[in-house]
């Protein structure tokens, strides 16, 4: 079954700077990778997806990349407020089977005044 | 409200009783997941329904937990014989029909078991 790994676990930026988080999946199968943003006593939400039949995807501060290749895809935070503090969870799935969807363990993010 | 509901928000029980969750999910959406989630960790997937039927059941899952999604509306996930690892926050979702692929998460059911 698919495997999500997540990296870093704890990331701390800078205010206004940017922010990375990777994650790589084990089935080659997998076509779908969204994005959720957990804030502390909330549920998790979307903020992006991505599918495998492209490689980059935007909205605002927000981008994610997707190399099928390697089996790996990263969100970009750029720019980031306070409000970005959050825990991360990148997931996959092989949404044309019908598959379930799979998250990594999540990047707890800090935004540094 | 017209979002996903989970009841209760809390419970505490002692070891070796039975509990039971449910979750409404939002109307007309036809996929269902419950998940669980422990304190730094991420959703880790226990099992879901397409309409009334079960996919599929994690093989990490006891046979202490039962789901039942029976008329493909709301569900109810079954802990049985409760154990002190079992504590943790269960997660339901349920995912829409315009194939999209956005899961919609409930408040959770905090499990407290002593």
């Known amino acids: 079954g698919e495997n999500v790994e997540q990296h870093p676990s704890t990331l701390s930026v800078q205010e206004g700077d940017s922010a990375v988080i990777k994650c790589t999946y084990s089935d080659s199968a997998s076509n779908y990778f969204p994005w959720y943003k957990q804030e502390l006593g909330k549920r998790p939400q979307l903020i992006i997806d991505?599918?495998?039949?492209?490689g980059e995807k935007k909205d605002q501060r927000i981008a994610v990349t997707l190399n099928k290749t390697a089996k790996h895809f990263s969100l970009h935070i750029t720019e980031t407020q306070p409000e970005d503090s959050a825990v991360y969870f990148c997931?996959?799935?092989?949404?044309?089977?019908?598959?379930?969807?799979?998250f990594g363990k999540g990047t707890r993010l800090h935004i540094l005044p | 409200d017209t979002g996903v509901s989970q009841d209760p928000r809390h419970k505490i029980t002692k070891r070796g009783q039975n509990v039971t969750f449910r979750c409404d999910p939002i109307?007309?959406?036809?996929?269902l997941y419950w998940y669980r989630q422990t304190l730094g960790q991420g959703p880790e997937f226990l099992t879901y329904f397409q309409n009334e039927a079960q996919l599929e059941k994690s093989r990490l899952l006891s046979d202490r937990f039962s789901a039942e999604r029976p008329k493909g509306s709301f569900s109810t996930l079954e802990i049985q014989r409760t154990e002190q690892g079992d504590s943790a926050m269960y997660l339901c979702a349920s995912e829409g029909t315009s194939g999209l692929g956005e899961l919609f998460f409930g408040e959770g059911s905090r499990l407290t078991v002593l």
């Open positions: 991505i599918r495998s039949n492209v």
């Open positions: 109307s007309e959406h036809n996929r």
């Open positions: 997931a996959a799935s092989n949404f044309i089977g019908d598959d379930k969807i799979i």
